[in-house]
């Protein structure tokens, strides 16, 4: 609605203003005292004036509008950084409280690890203390030694080794028992 409002002013303006124009040329409306605008003599009738005018207010009209648009950019930008900036600080806060609860949970288990250790009292292996059972789950356990391997016993047509799996080979021998 506001650009058909806006269209239909602009072609009003440009309608009185050739009007302006040709109404006002001609020998009979000759500019009687002349002046002179940044050195420039300016000579001619009214309605060449008037057309100057509508050339300045026109150049007038764009520089205004391009001020106006950079404004509004820069107040957009800076609207969207302070939206931004209170999100972050919304974000900031949330992981602050959860980082104070999680620090105060820390203590309290500590707390109460500390006064059951201090009492002398053993815990059971049935009843594991807070937080025990994760740590059973993912804890290093030793892992089982293997027993020691005995020999294979040489299948049907295939030689013993010269040596054992634990002794190392002589030197000048493979493993497998051949010569380099």
Same mark, same amino acid.
């Given at each position: ?9 602009? =072609?009003?303006?440009? &309608?009185?203003? =050739? ?17 002179? &605008? ?21 150049? @007038? ?30 974000? %900031?806060?949330?992981?602050? @409280? ?5 620090? +105060?949970?820390?203590? @309290? ?12 009292? *053993? ?8 937080? !025990? +059972? ?11 030694? $293997?027993?020691?391997? !005995? $020999?294979? !016993? ?5 030689? @013993?080794?010269?040596? %054992?799996?634990?002794? $190392?080979? $002589?030197? +000048? ?6 010569? *380099?």
């Amino acid at each position: 609605m506001n650009v058909i409002f806006g269209l239909i002013v602009l =072609v009003a303006a440009l &309608v009185a203003g =050739v009007a302006g124009v040709l109404g006002n040329g001609g020998s009979g409306h000759a500019l009687t005292h002349g002046f002179a &605008v940044f050195g420039y003599h300016v000579t001619g009738s009214t309605g060449t004036l008037f057309l100057y005018g509508i050339v300045v207010g026109a150049i @007038a009209l764009a520089g205004l509008s391009l001020l106006l648009a950079g404004a509004r950019r820069a107040a957009r930008r800076g609207s969207a950084a302070r939206r931004g900036l209170r999100q972050s600080r919304r974000e %900031t806060a949330a992981v602050s @409280a959860d980082r104070d609860d999680l620090i +105060g949970q820390r203590d @309290a288990a500590r707390a109460h690890t500390a006064s059951a250790l201090g009492n002398g009292t *053993p815990r059971s292996a049935s009843s594991p203390g807070p937080g !025990e +059972g994760w740590r059973r789950l993912f804890a290093r356990q030793a892992a089982p030694r $293997p027993a020691p391997a !005995e $020999p294979p !016993e040489p299948l049907a047509g295939q030689r @013993a080794p010269d040596a %054992t799996a634990g002794t $190392p080979a $002589p030197a +000048g021998h493979l493993t497998n028992g051949s010569h *380099p």
